[in-house]
Structures are given as C-alpha cells and as structure tokens.
Antibody
Framework: QVHVMQSGPEVRKPGSSVTVSCKAS????????ITWIRQAPGQGLEWMGR????????YYAPQFQDRVKIFAGDSASEVSLELRNLRSEDTAVYFC????????????WGQGTKVTVSS | DIQMTQSPSSLSASVGDRVTITCQAS??????LNWYQQKPGKAPTLLIY???NLEPGAPSRFSGRGSGTDFTLTISSLQPDDVATYYC?????????FGPGTKVEIK
C-alpha cells in the first residue's frame, strides 16, 4: 500500500515563492497522476493542477496558470508544487492527492502542508 | 468552468436517520462525479467514485446516485462517526471543481 508524505509547514512573505513536496513510500507515482488541492482556513477545496509523472504532462487551473509549477522528480516517487508571487490569500493547507491518469478520482491523499503568507 | 452546488450547506440529524445530500453541476458531466468525506483537521477521503461506486473500505451505509447534472449522496443510517463535511467533485472537464461542502452534525 502506497503512503504519501508531504513536507512540513512553511511561512513566507508576500511576493515570495514556496515549494511543497509530496513523497511516496511503498511504491511510486509513475502509473498515476498527482494533483494539488488547497483549502483556505474555514473554506472548501480548490483544485490547482495535476502532473502525470510518467510523461510530465501537466494541467493547471486558469487562476494559477501564471504563477504555479507542478513537477515530478527523476524517480517518480516525488512531486512538488511551486507557487510564486505569494499573497495573503494563498494562506492555506495544500494537499497532494493520487488518482488514475484517465480520471481525477483521488484515492490517496497526503496529510496536508500549511503555508502561511504574512508580512 | 463547471460550477458545482450542494444542498443543504449544513444539516443536523439523529443517529439512525437517513440523510441525503444533493449536488448539482452547471452542465452535463455524465457520471464523472466523486464524493469525499472530510473530518476536521484531516485530509479528505474518497467515499464514492463515478457517481455510484463505493470505494473499498468505505462503510456500506453510504451510497451515491445520479447522472448528467443531478447527484445524491445518501447515508442510510447516520452514525456518530459520520460527523464531517462532504464534498462532491466533478472530473467531466478541466478545471476539476468541488462543491462548497455539506456539514453533517448529530442532533
């Protein structure tokens, strides 16, 4: 059974960047897609984008298109999210989630990474 | 973008009650619809995929129905462990989108 572990909490200033990672243990992500979803305090879930590590194919939500990058490491057991030009509204818990490449059905989730953007 | 709505936004019911949550999509998504349960401070977990398929390990009191634009999640007999927020999510088109959530509490 694959388990997914995310990197630890981050604090950043407005205008800076953050990279959050998602690592598989007990397997790899090569046969799946990995999606990043975020949740602002007290709010719902927001889909940000996905990558298929086997092909490096990506798709980003339009509202993040110009400042986000989702990429896989060489071993296909780690996927990262880079978010640039941070603003206070980016304060949220960021989740990675695994799904089949042909359908975004998220059966395994990371534990979440809290990102705080504050001056 | 496909907009997802859910109703009610919250509900309070007694243990053993039958509870139904509805989810509506702004356009036809066939059966490309999933349901997730999220407990406070935790990541969501998959309950129902492709509108009506119970995820292995999910309790059999959960069921899903629907196609096109209208979907339902039913808890046949509400249990204390079901206190959570429930989200629908479409994958009929990009970007994928979630409903705003339904918070379920015990009366």
């Amino acid at each position: 059974q694959v388990h997914v572990m995310q990197s630890g909490p981050e604090v950043r200033k407005p205008g800076s960047s953050v990279t959050v990672s998602c690592k598989a243990s007990g397997g790899t992500f090569s046969a799946y897609s990995i999606t990043w979803i975020r949740q602002a305090p007290g709010q719902g879930l927001e889909w940000m984008g996905r990558v298929i590590p086997l092909t490096d194919a990506t798709y980003y939500a339009p509202q993040f298109q110009d400042r986000v990058k989702i990429f896989a490491g060489d071993s296909a057991s780690e996927v990262s999210l880079e978010l640039r030009n941070l603003r206070s509204e980016d304060t949220a818990v960021y989740f990675c989630a695994r799904g089949p490449t042909i359908a975004d059905t998220f059966d395994i989730w990371g534990q979440g990474t809290k990102v705080t953007v504050s001056s | 973008d496909i907009q997802m709505t859910q109703s009610p936004s919250s509900l309070s019911a007694s243990v053993g009650d039958r509870v139904t949550i509805t989810c509506q999509a702004s356009q036809d998504i066939f059966t490309y619809l999933n349901w997730y349960q999220q407990k406070p401070g935790k990541a969501p977990t998959l309950l129902i995929y492709t509108a009506s398929n119970l995820e292995p390990g999910a309790p059999s009191r959960f069921s899903g129905r629907g196609s096109g634009t209208d979907f339902t999640l039913t808890i046949s007999s509400l249990q204390p462990d079901d206190v959570a927020t429930y989200y629908c999510q479409q994958y009929g088109d990009y970007p994928r989108t979630f409903g705003p959530g339904t918070k379920v509490e015990i009366k």
